[in-house]
């Protein structure tokens, strides 16, 4: 069945360093979005790439949708402590059923 | 800001026993979702529901499970018989439309735990 792979699994960085998680589908993709999940808490919507080689930018976060549609990445520039939790990808097939990534948990270091 | 409710936010059974799981989602939102997430896992899609039916079920939604929207705004999730490994977080969300260009709102989540 369809799988979708984050790399790494972990990331302890220091604060005001950069952070790149990537997501990987075994197949293609009709879109993606990415989720932040606090320590405790429930997923939070951050944004979705729908077009192949698709790039958005949130402030300090850069969002990427592969040219085939079965890869994404998010990098976060000058990393804070409140970037702290765990990023989820999220992929959508053709129906209504989405693919979550293994996520990523990142850790900042005052 | 409309937000996405579950109750309770705790729930332990004992294994073989029947659990519902309530969730209010936003009030305009046409498209409907449970999940779960194991204890430091990723989360699991289990269901969507649109049009008062279900429009896509994973592997995981077996006869075991079944949702329903009784009332217009309450959407609920039933698990028959529970067994040990049915111990999870299981949130609800709601989104406008499929995915298309709307996000997801992730409801708290109900904790399930079997025993």
């Known amino acids: 069945g369809q799988q979708v792979m984050q790399i790494p699994q972990y990331q302890h960085v220091q604060e005001g360093e950069d952070f790149t998680t990537y997501c990987n589908s075994s197949?293609?993709?009709?879109?993606i979005q990415w989720y932040k999940q606090r320590p405790g808490g429930h997923p939070v919507f951050l944004i979705q790439?729908?077009?192949?080689?698709e790039v958005k930018k949130q402030k300090r976060l850069t969002f990427q949708f592969g040219e085939a549609k079965k890869n994404s990445s998010l990098h976060i520039t000058a990393t804070q402590t409140t970037d702290v939790g765990t990023y989820f990808c999220?992929?959508?097939?053709?129906?209504?059923?989405?693919?979550f990534g293994t996520g990523t948990s990142l850790t900042v270091i005052p | 800001e409309p937000e996405v409710t579950q109750t309770p936010s705790h729930q332990v059974t004992q294994m073989g026993q029947e659990v519902i799981l309530r969730c209010v989602p936003i009030s305009n939102h046409l498209y409907f979702y449970w999940y779960r997430q194991i204890l430091g896992q990723k989360v699991e899609f289990l269901v969507s529901?649109?049009?008062?039916?279900?429009?896509?079920k994973s592997e995981i939604f077996d006869d075991q499970f079944s949702v329903e929207r009784p009332d217009g705004s309450n959407f609920t999730l039933k698990i028959r018989s529970t067994k040990l490994e049915d111990s999870a977080m299981y949130f609800c969300a709601s989104s406008w439309t499929s995915g298309g260009s709307y996000e997801q709102y992730f409801g708290p989540g109900t904790r399930l735990t079997v025993t």
């Open positions: 999220a992929g959508q097939d053709t129906g209504n059923q989405f693919y």
């Open positions: 529901f649109y049009n008062n039916e279900i429009s896509e």
């Open positions: 197949t293609t993709l009709s879109n």
């Open positions: 790439l729908v077009k192949s080689g």
